[in-house]
């Protein structure tokens, strides 16, 4: 499915006592990462989210921490949609070095729901064609 890399570098803000990336820090930065990627399959979120239209919570996430990150640190982060579901989308995010060696490992799944009832909806027809288009 779709692939979209993302460039950044960490910040001292995301670091914790110890001068490396503070965990959290990384399901910030995939998120970053997850807005640029639907900018960049022409899904802007920013539209929906002012209307009201849809609401994308995160409802599963996890990490895997491979290597110490530091501040300063140029960063790439691999989006990859893993799967759509009826009303999910599971994607999965590699923080990479410049050499290419993989920093951390996330997977979040976020699920289409009706921001005023709450409940789940399928995935809009035209968000699942983008996002299962080839890579960007």
Avoid: N
């Avoid at 910030?28 to 997850?34: G, R, S």
């Amino acid at each position: 499915m779709k692939a979209y890399t993302y460039e950044t570098v960490l910040h001292l803000r995301d670091t914790d006592a110890t001068g490396r990336m503070f965990f959290p820090s990384a399901f910030a930065l995939a998120v970053e990462a997850f807005e640029h990627f639907l900018l960049a399959c022409g899904l802007p979120w920013t539209q929906w989210l002012r209307t009201g239209e849809y609401a994308l919570p995160v409802v599963h996430a996890e990490a895997d921490f491979l290597e110490p990150i530091q501040p300063g640190q140029p960063l790439k982060i691999a989006v990859q949609v893993e799967r759509l579901g009826a009303t999910s989308l599971h994607g999965v995010y590699e923080i990479v070095d410049p050499a290419g060696k993989t920093l951390a490992r996330l997977r979040l799944v976020h699920v289409w729901l009706d921001p005023r009832s709450g409940t789940k909806q399928p995935i809009p027809e035209e968000w699942r064609v983008r996002l299962q288009a080839p890579d960007l």
